[in-house]
């Protein structure tokens, strides 16, 4: 598997568990278990900062690419 499949891979599950943890906090709303749902909330908030934290990670290259062409512009 090459490492471009493998960070898709990583962020396609990184997205189905928020996704999921979505799910449950709505279902818990639906019961009227408002502690569970946010429990679930929170649990999702925590879990898109780790995908965020991938897709930076997976991108880290054209993003330093970028950087070093910006800083090539000579200022006159």
């Known amino acids: 598997m090459t490492a471009a499949v493998h960070s898709r891979d990583d962020s396609s599950a990184c997205a189905d568990r928020y996704n999921l943890l979505l799910g449950q906090a709505k279902a818990s709303l639906l019961k009227g278990d ?8 929170v649990a999702a908030k925590v879990q898109l900062r780790r995908c965020q934290e991938l897709e930076e990670r997976n991108s880290s290259a054209p993003v330093g690419i970028a950087l ?6 000579s200022i006159e």
Not at 68 to 73: F, G, K, R
């Open 34 to 41: 408002r502690d569970t749902a946010i429990d679930s909330l």
């Open 68 to 73: 070093n062409n910006a800083l090539s512009v």
